[in-house]
């Protein structure tokens, strides 16, 4: 991703793509929508321990990479990008 790209919105078109994406790897790595949002859950319940997490920004999901073994292809990968607002020094 290119920093201009944070700053361009995108198309309803390619918010839809993107969707779509998310759902085919999601199936491809047999993970459940249920099964997403009880590891969301599990990771903002940890977290939270340690940071004031934004929730309302929070982003988790599993993409595709490729694999550093040979004849793997690619394999899934758990991306989360978890805004904090404010650490718990005394955690």
């Keep these: 991703m290119k920093w201009s790209d944070l700053f361009q919105r995108k198309s309803s078109g390619d918010v839809a793509k993107d969707r779509l994406k998310m759902v085919l790897v999601s199936d491809r ?3 459940s929508p249920e099964v997403m949002e009880r590891i969301k859950s599990d990771i903002l319940e940890v ?3 340690y940071a004031e997490v934004d929730k309302d920004q929070l982003d988790i999901h599993i993409t595709q990479v490729d694999s550093d ?9 758990l991306y989360a990008n978890i805004p904090i607002r404010n650490m718990h020094h005394n955690a």
């Design 47 to 49: 977290l939270s321990k």
């Design 29 to 31: 790595a047999s993970c």
């Design 69 to 77: 073994e040979k004849g793997r292809g690619t394999v899934p990968a």
